[in-house]
């Protein structure tokens, strides 16, 4: 059985206290490898290099930091098909997806921010005959980075690949039930040179690993991807330390459908952000809200098409829908579902537990899932499921629609099917999310702010706020000589 092991100080390590987590295929149901359970020594171990390695990274030209970088990107692109396996394998996820969008874009993310610190410019501010002001971007120290298991090096990345950018050192934890690819990353940083303690990657719990690296006084920036609950956690223990913050957390999104959509255009596009990753996308649309006349039409066509999505092994190149993350998490969502019953909700289709014969019998699979008839206040309809299950509630008027959207304690994303362009805006501009798709979804630039609004998070993701985010402005001012 493999070990994976912690990546300290440029080396791959086993954790001191030499205990090990079982790590599950979710399509097999089986342990297919250790995973360390490290705790806040190994913490503190990682700090220390990370401590060390700072002065010499932060003071680095950013030439040479953007150059390790894009070595690290290639690496990832030359290692495409075993990431993209240890990815499906680890989480579950179909291995198309892994190929065409997980590990692609771990690799964009590193090139990204490697050449977008090449174009972060220092402000001048001038005060006539007076003084000039100009600021430093200073990078700020140790950088703490905790990710989630849904979207694993994707999201591992694009918090990584700024903070190294900007001359931050890190040490990082991936989430304990997706370590695969973050153990993969760490053999690939080695081979490309990155210079020992830059990046730190610990393994282990959230509540030992991930509440260490938020505690350690050494640390002065969190940098979180999770869900809600961990985010107000974080924030609890980090607010009073004074912290930097940056908080993605739990989305509950409205798929906001008028009767003038493009309806082809609309429905396969909707299939994808109601299913994709298993409904395991913090930004996919789980409340469909129709407008009254199109109702009917898109209900009897949304659920044709949900029943052609079968559950198969995520191995196979064929699966488009892949399996649940852990088993924890299938109760979870089947629990949902039990709620959205007992909540008076009908199940249009799906709604059961699935098993894929063959290899993957013992492995944890979820129908996808169409529920009507609840009430939007309802539970299964304000809290987030974060599987494969969406519900269908008609609308008549754009206000009812807002009123819906508008309704839950979370704002991460909206998506918005119309052809009437005013109304696109208008609409967009009275959601509460802070990304909206009009006519798309997951269509996404990286320069672009990333990031929710209400209690799907604090601070936003993406282009240069995520480098100015692990970096501290300094001003200087310096009055002219002549100036009076
Ligand atoms: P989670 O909050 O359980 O765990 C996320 C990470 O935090 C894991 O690495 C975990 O080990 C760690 N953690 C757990 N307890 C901790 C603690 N006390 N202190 C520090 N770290 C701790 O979330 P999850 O179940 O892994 O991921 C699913 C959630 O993530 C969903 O709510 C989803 O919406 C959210 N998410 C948000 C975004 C976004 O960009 N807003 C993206 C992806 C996922």
Redesign the pocket.
């Known amino acids: 059985m493999q070990h994976l092991k912690n990546y300290i100080n440029g080396e791959l390590i086993a954790p001191l206290g030499t205990q090990y987590i079982d790590n599950y295929n979710p399509a097999t149901g089986k342990v297919y490898s250790l995973i360390p359970d490290s705790d806040e020594k190994d913490v503190q171990l990682a700090y220390e290099a990370a401590a060390a390695a700072f002065p010499a990274w932060s003071l680095s030209p950013k030439e040479e930091r953007s150059k390790l970088l894009m070595r690290i990107a290639d690496l990832i692109d030359k290692n495409h098909e075993k990431l993209s396996r240890a990815e499906s394998a680890d989480n579950g996820k179909p291995i198309q997806l892994a190929r065409t969008v997980d590990i692609p874009r771990a690799a964009a993310n590193f090139r990204f921010y490697a050449t977008g610190i090449l174009h972060l410019s220092e402000e001048a501010n001038i005060m006539e005959n007076t003084a000039v002001n100009y600021t430093l971007n200073e990078p700020s120290g140790i950088a703490g980075c ?6 694993p090096l994707y ?1 591992f990345t694009w918090k990584i690949a700024p903070a190294l950018a900007a001359g931050c050192t890190v040490v990082a ?5 997706t370590p695969m690819t973050a153990y993969l990353l760490s053999e690939l940083c080695i081979e490309a040179g990155l210079p020992k303690g830059v990046l730190n990657i610990v393994h282990g ?3 030992k ?3 260490a ?2 505690a350690h006084p050494g640390i002065p920036v969190i940098s ?8 107000a ?2 924030a609890r223990v980090a607010a009073p330390m004074f912290k930097k913050l940056s908080l ?4 509950k999104n409205p798929n906001i459908i008028f009767a003038d959509c493009d309806f082809e255009q609309m429905l396969k596009t909707t299939l994808h952000s109601s299913f994709s990753n298993q409904g395991e ?2 930004l996919c649309g789980s409340r469909i809200f129709i407008e009254r006349p199109l109702y009917e039409q898109f209900k009897k066509a949304f659920v044709e098409k949900t029943k052609e999505l079968k559950a198969g092994n995520p191995a196979d190149d064929k699966t488009r829908h892949g399996a649940i993350a852990s088993k924890q ?1 299938k109760e979870k969502i089947l629990s949902y579902i039990a709620l959205a019953k007992e909540e008076g909700g009908t199940i249009l289709c799906g709604g059961q537990e699935v098993k894929v014969p063959g290899e993957c019998a013992e492995g944890w699979f979820i129908e996808p899932t169409v529920i009507e008839g609840l009430s939007y206040t309802c539970r299964t309809n304000q809290e ?1 499921i ?1 599987g494969p299950v969406v519900t269908l509630t008609p609308f008549d008027t754009e206000e009812e629609a807002l009123m819906y959207a508008n309704s839950t304690q979370y704002g ?1 994303a909206g998506i918005i099917w119309t052809q009437n362009l005013t109304r696109a805006h208008r609409v967009a501009q009275r959601l509460q999310s802070g990304i909206i798709w009009i006519n798309c979804w997951l269509l996404r630039d990286l320069r672009t702010p ?3 609004m209400k209690k ?2 604090v601070g936003r ?1 993406g282009g240069f706020e995520a480098l100015r985010f692990f970096m501290e402005p300094k001003n200087v001012c310096i009055k002219l000589a002549n100036s009076q």
């Open positions: 905790i990710s989630p298991w849904n979207l999201l934890k991936p989430s304990e039930i719990y959230g509540h690993v991930g509440a690296i938020t979180f991807t999770g869900g809600t609950k961990t985010g956690e974080i993605e957390l739990g989305g996308i913090c998490h987030e974060f991460l990333f990031g929710g799907s998070g993701e």
